[in-house]
């Protein structure tokens, strides 16, 4: 078993980090805020005073918090403290420039960017696109199938984050995809939960519509994934599509309804309410 360090104990970290336990491994925590590590503590968990601490306890550290400048701030607040054959895995979404910039700062870096939501997280059935070098790939690889079904290398540095910006493009269309459709079986008149189940099994279904969708006929708005979060990633989405040379035409769709939910206090709740925000719309 491996001695795992865990940096960001939020709604996707913890279960991972429970997960980890659970497979058998020594897990040393540490969170920003310190009272979210004491339930995986109280089940064996080795809390830490700070990044570093968590480093020089750890062979392989993962890194998992929301933003591309905390991501950075943890790793140069490990590094004092790695031990020299370590490797640092980055599940937080950020630029390919972040994860490069991150992997020049530590001798071993694999970005590895995941997709399934807080739903994946809490079953263990996550898919990570993994870049880094095959050699550390394989060291991290047996590790990270205790929270992951799909633990793929998808090529060099960076190349994660290049493979989890692709997959939020698809999230977006996905997600414009089901509210529309939703609401407008919603003023249609049509029963939500039966067209939500009719759709789903044709040319229509999706991993939106299986697990977003209840939550629209449910009317539940808890995260998710946050509004917050999804518009964060289209942002890194569309200063990457610059660097390509191209627009991302829906996309920019997407991004320009969920800014005006946040606007409205909203970007906390699960990308789902798009749903009701259509409906709001169709209304005025």
């Known amino acids: ?79 004092p403290g790695l031990r020299g054959d370590a490797i640092v895995v980055d599940h937080s979404t950020t630029t390919p420039a972040a994860a490069l ?32 070098s095959l050699e550390h790939f394989a060291v991290v690889e047996p590790v990270l199938a205790a929270y992951a079904k799909r633990v793929v290398h998808v090529g060099s540095q960076a190349a994660g984050q290049r493979m989890k910006l692709a997959n939020q493009i698809a999230v977006g269309g996905a997600l414009i995809g089901l509210c529309e459709a939703l609401a407008f079986a919603e003023k249609a008149g049509l029963d939500l939960e039966l067209t939500r189940e009719l759709l789903n099994t044709g040319a229509a279904g999706s991993w939106a519509f299986t697990h977003y969708g209840p939550k629209i006929v449910n009317r539940d708005w808890s995260p998710g994934f946050s509004i917050d979060n999804q518009t964060k990633d289209f942002v890194y989405c569309q200063q990457e599509a610059s660097e390509l040379g191209m627009a991302l035409p829906g996309t920019e769709v997407v991004q320009g309804l969920l800014t005006e939910m946040q606007a409205a206090g909203r970007g906390a709740e699960t990308t789902a309410a798009l749903f009701e925000w259509l409906l709001k719309e169709s209304a005025s």
């Not at 870096?109 to 898919?127: E, K, R, V």
């Open 1 to 79: 078993m491996a001695q795992v360090g865990f940096i960001g104990l939020g709604v996707m970290g913890a279960p991972m980090a429970g997960h980890l336990l659970r497979a058998g491994h020594e897990v040393t925590v540490w969170n920003r805020t310190a009272s979210k590590a004491e339930p995986l503590v109280s089940v064996g968990a080795r809390p830490a005073a700070d990044p570093a601490a968590v480093a020089a306890a750890s062979d392989i550290v993962m890194i998992c918090v929301s933003r591309q400048e905390d991501m950075l701030e943890m790793v140069d607040r490990l590094s």
């Open 101 to 132: 910039g991150a992997a020049r700062r530590v001798p071993a870096f694999i970005d590895a960017p995941m997709t399934g939501g807080s739903m994946g997280a809490q079953a263990g059935t996550l898919t990570l696109f993994c870049g880094g």
